[in-house]
């Protein structure tokens, strides 16, 4: 039979190579694709910065808090080996073996969390630290947060341990009870046939046997002989001997396994120390935050009473202040009257007229009424005379009645010895003078 044929193909192949090369070599595409930076290289010089490594806080806490997740799960395992209460279904070995991994885990995170305490106290020390550094506020929470699940893993392991020596305790007291029992029962029964035995009896004396045959011996293991009984007593003795030997060396072996559960739970007791300490220190700060929370609290209190005070104050002076503002409100009213009628706008004409006569004395009266008291004051200068009858200040120290204020001008002639108004002075000015209080 002959083998299949070979066919060599190689010059082929090394052609098509060939043309590819050529084709690469001749285009510029290929070498346009080729990238003249890497992808690193690209990432910084686009500003793009890759992902930034965690710092050794970070990574030892993730490290703790994985290990304390693992060593729940054993627990939980642990705690459903331990509440089985049946002497059938009972694994010491495996109860054992958890027990020393969890009790070894607990110490090695124990250690763990003091020295990120230490590296949290090295990067921020508390006597520099400021309130602006929120970093070493957020690594102390953290410290904390991790010293909590830690404290309840071992409180939780020690509930189990106690479950596992109560169990072990009541399955000790129902095998000593049953063992115990089924002693006197055997002892009874080997007793009351060592009664029938002939080095029991007196010599004298004998059984008697039936069918005559107490005299015969015989060596038939299915003689029904009294001597052939005792061989049947001394293996059931040997069966009860070899029971009570397993029973004691399973006691004892609960017994061991009970101490070594209480030694778990003093070396617990040591962590439970080592952890009430580092939350003590712990609590300094978090007393010192409680202590400057009830104080801005107080503060806050306080400024609510003030602020109500004065809200009691502002409603009452309700009115108070809507007359205010009516007084602003007619005072603007009043100086914009002024502004409009003063004396130098409304009188130069009179100014003129009156500075024309035959120089008489000008003088103003400040009055309440037409009854009223008066303020007289003499020029002989009649813009004077306007500007100070203008003038409130003029009728200073007079008491009036809100609109009853007015100002008259008046004139004494020469020679006349007499003092009359000018009909043209008051026509045309006490108009514009009355003082609207």
Excluded at 87 to 98: A, G, H, N, T
Excluded at 292 to 304: C, S
Excluded at 321 to 332: E, H, K, R, T
Excluded at 368 to 378: A, L, Q, S, W
């Amino acid at each position: 039979m002959t083998g299949p044929s070979i066919q060599d193909r190689t010059v082929e192949f090394r052609s098509i190579l060939g043309q590819a090369q050529k084709r690469l070599a001749s285009s510029k595409v290929g070498t346009q694709r080729q990238a003249l930076l890497s992808d690193s290289q690209r990432r910084e010089a686009n500003g793009v910065e890759g992902p930034k490594r965690r710092s050794e806080f970070a990574r030892r806490a993730a490290d703790i808090g994985r290990a304390i997740t693992g060593t729940t799960a054993k627990l939980q395992r642990l705690a459903e080996l331990a509440k089985r209460k049946t002497l059938f279904d009972d694994r010491p070995v495996e109860i054992s073996e958890l027990t020393y991994v969890i009790k070894q885990d607990l110490a090695s995170l124990n250690q763990q969390i003091a020295s990120l305490q230490q590296l949290t106290l090295s990067q921020h020390p508390k006597s520099s630290r400021s309130k602006a550094d929120q970093e070493g506020e957020h690594n102390d929470n953290v410290v904390v947060m991790l010293q909590g699940k830690l404290a309840d893993v071992g409180a939780n392991f020690k509930e189990v341990l106690e479950v596992r020596t109560k169990n072990i305790q009541a399955s000790r007291s129902r095998t000593e009870n049953f063992v115990s029992s089924v002693s006197s029962k055997s002892q009874t029964a080997l007793d009351t046939q060592r009664s029938d035995s002939p080095l029991y009896n007196p010599s004298g004396r004998r059984t008697p046997q039936p069918g005559g045959s107490s005299d015969l011996l015989t060596l038939e293991p299915s003689n029904p002989s009294p001597l052939g009984r005792p061989s049947i007593h001394s293996d059931q003795q040997l069966l009860v001997m070899e029971e009570a030997q397993n029973n004691n060396s399973y006691i004892q072996a609960r017994g061991e396994a009970i101490d070594a559960i209480e030694r778990t739970i003093s070396e617990l007791g040591g962590i439970f120390g080592q952890l009430a300490q580092m939350v003590s220190e712990q609590s300094e700060m978090i007393q010192r935050i409680d202590a400057n929370t009830e104080d801005v609290v107080d503060n806050v209190q306080g400024a609510q009473r003030e602020l109500m005070k004065y809200w009691t104050r502002v409603s009452g002076n309700r009115w108070l202040i809507a007359q205010m503002f009516g007084v602003l409100m007619s005072s603007g009213v009043w100086v914009s009257q002024k502004g409009k009628y003063s004396w130098n706008k409304v009188c130069p004409v009179l100014d003129n007229k009156e500075q024309a006569q035959d120089g008489g004395i000008w003088r103003f009266v400040c009055k309440r009424g037409p009854y009223g008291d008066e303020v007289r004051r003499t020029t002989s200068n009649f813009n004077e005379c306007l500007r100070a009858c203008a003038d409130e200040s003029a009728c200073k120290g007079i008491s009036y009645y809100p609109g009853e204020l007015a100002c008259i001008l008046m004139k004494t002639i020469k020679g006349m010895g007499t003092t009359i108004s000018k009909d043209l002075v008051g026509a045309t000015l006490l108009e514009r003078v009355w003082v609207n209080k």
